[in-house]
Each structure stands twice: as structure tokens, then as C-alpha cells.
């Protein structure tokens, strides 16, 4: 069976600080997809990124970088020069290739301070 | 329309009543998927269509929750004799079946059941 576990309930970071939000997964599928989504507190949800299993290089988007390492089953999003906006829900999210099946995270409340 | 639509936004329900939620996914996305989100938690996967088969209906609680999604479009999240503990936010999510793409999600119905 597949999961997701995002250690950090709660963080607290300074404004212009770089923040890491750790994710863990498993499977035992060979083939598989990783996301990330933030959820602000109007509760719609924003995908940021994505990492395949097969990738070869970490995925960037922006701001966004995505800290891959497969061996150790870690999918860490990175933020750099964190803003207020970025105050949200993160949440770690994995789709597996044999079944499409999404699951998520019990994420991450990320607080950014003044 | 452009994105996923979910109707109605909120519903206030009485104990022991049924309900029908509705997702319209993205034209031409042929995954979409269903999620309860309580306050706070990461989305908790219910049940996912691939067309118009149930791909994966391992998530539904209980034999009072039931999903369909007859022409391979529009979905309909049923709940029979509705409870207390079914009040949370439902989450429904459309994608392209490819592996790199992510889920869109709509708004989401808020379901208070009193």
C-alpha cells in the first residue's frame, strides 16, 4: 500500500527566510509521480509541483524546488525568500503509474512572520 | 466552464437525510476523484473513476456512501442516512490519465449535516 507522511503539523518561519517541508513515501511501484499542493485558507487547492520517479534532476518552479532522493523515499519541498503569501497548508501528495490513484499528506501548516 | 465545478458550495443537511453531491470535471479529463477533507487534515481519498468504471472505491467509510459517473463526465457523491460525523469538506479532482499531470480540484462542497 502506498503513503505519505509529513512529519512537521506545524512551522514557523521568517519572512525571506528559505523553508524546507519534509515528505516521506512509500511504495513498492517502480513507477510514480510526487506532488505538492498548498492550500490557503480560502481552502482551494494549488498544485506547485511535480517530481517523477524517473526524473534525473530535482524539479524547480520558481520559488519552488522539489529535494528528491529516492533511496531514502524523501520528497522534501524547498521555498526560497519566503513571503507572507506563502502562509498556507502544504500538502505531499503521490499518484503511483499502476492504478492513477492520488493520496495525500496530513500536510504541513506553514506560518510565515513579519 | 475552465475548471472543476462542484454544486452545491454548502449543504446543510439534517441527520438520518440524504444528499447528492455533483462534480463537473475539466472536459476531457478522464480521472477524477473524490476526497473528504475535515478541518486541518489532508484530503482523505474516497473513491476514483477512471471514465465511467470506479477504479478504486477503497476509501468510501461505508456501505451509506456510494459515487457514480454514468457517461464518463459529471459525478455524483450519494450519502444515505447521513450522520454527524459525515459533516466535512468534499473535495472532487479531475486529470488527464498521464502520469506527470497533476489533479485540478474544485472548490469543494461543504456538507454540514445538524
Known amino acids: 500500500a502506498q503513503k505519505i507522511t509529513q512529519t512537521q503539523p506545524g512551522m514557523f518561519v521568517q519572512e525571506k527566510e528559505a523553508v524546507t517541508l519534509d515528505c516521506t513515501y512509500d511504495?513498492?511501484?517502480?513507477?510514480?509521480?510526487l506532488f505538492w499542493y498548498k492550500q490557503p485558507s480560502s481552502g482551494e487547492m494549488i498544485f506547485l509541483i511535480y517530481q517523477g520517479s524517473y526524473d534525473q534532476q530535482n524539479a524547480t518552479e520558481g520559488r519552488y524546488s522539489l529535494n528528491f532522493q529516492k533511496a531514502r523515499k524523501s520528497a522534501n519541498l524547498v521555498i526560497s525568500a519566503s513571503q507572507l503569501g506563502d502562509s498556507a497548508m502544504y500538502f505531499c501528495a503521490m499518484k503511483v503509474n499502476r492504478d492513477d490513484k492520488i493520496i495525500f499528506g496530513k500536510g504541513t501548516r506553514l506560518h510565515i512572520l513579519p | 466552464g475552465a475548471g472543476v465545478s462542484q454544486t452545491p458550495s454548502n449543504k446543510v443537511t439534517e441527520k438520518g437525510k440524504y444528499v447528492e453531491l455533483r462534480c463537473d470535471p475539466i472536459s476531457g479529463h478522464t480521472a477524477l476523484y473524490w476526497y473528504r477533507q475535515s478541518l486541518g487534515q489532508g484530503p482523505e481519498f474516497l473513491i476514483y473513476f477512471q471514465g465511467t468504471g470506479a477504479a478504486d472505491d477503497s476509501g468510501l467509510p461505508n456501505d451509506r456512501f456510494f459515487a457514480v459517473r454514468p457517461e464518463g463526465s459529471v459525478s455524483t457523491l450519494k450519502i444515505q442516512r447521513t450522520e454527524r460525523g459525515d459533516s466535512a469538506m468534499y473535495l472532487c479532482?479531475?486529470?488527464?490519465?498521464?502520469?506527470?499531470?497533476?489533479?485540478?480540484f474544485g472548490q469543494g462542497t461543504r456538507l454540514t449535516v445538524v
Open positions: 511504495t513498492s511501484d517502480p513507477s510514480y509521480g
Open positions: 479532482a479531475s486529470s488527464l490519465r498521464l502520469m506527470n499531470t497533476e489533479a485540478f
